[in-house]
Nanobody
């Protein structure tokens, strides 16, 4: 079983930056990828970014030019650097871990961290 704990959310003005962190613990050895989902008010949950053990990354079109995902394999951590934030980025951000590809259902989810961007 894998446990994920996020941190780094908060309130920021439009144009500002935040960095989210996620720490994985437990049986992480077979984890192939980690990433971030988000769910905004009245919106569906969407995959924002992911990174594999081989450092292959994926970004949603809406964030590609503004967000950067990175990982620290030694510490079982993944980060999401969010720059030039927009009010539309307001959402609960969830860390996720996959056993295989990101096309499958994640094996674990974090509890979520709120990101609020004011205009």
């Amino acid at each position: 079983q894998v446990s994920l704990v996020e941190s780094g959310g908060g309130l920021v003005q439009a144009g500002g930056s935040l960095r989210l962190s996620c720490t994985a613990s437990g049986n992480v050895y077979n984890t192939n990828a980690m990433g971030w989902f988000r769910q905004g008010p009245g919106k569906e949950c969407e995959l924002v970014a992911s990174i594999t053990c081989g450092d292959t990354t994926y970004y949603a079109d809406a964030v590609r030019a503004r967000f950067t995902i990175s990982g620290d394999k030694g510490k079982n951590m993944v980060f999401l650097q969010m720059n030039n934030l927009e009010p539309e980025d307001t959402a609960v951000y969830y860390c996720a871990a996959w056993l295989v590809t990101i096309a499958t259902v994640p094996r674990a989810w974090g509890q979520g961290t709120q990101v609020t961007v004011s205009s």
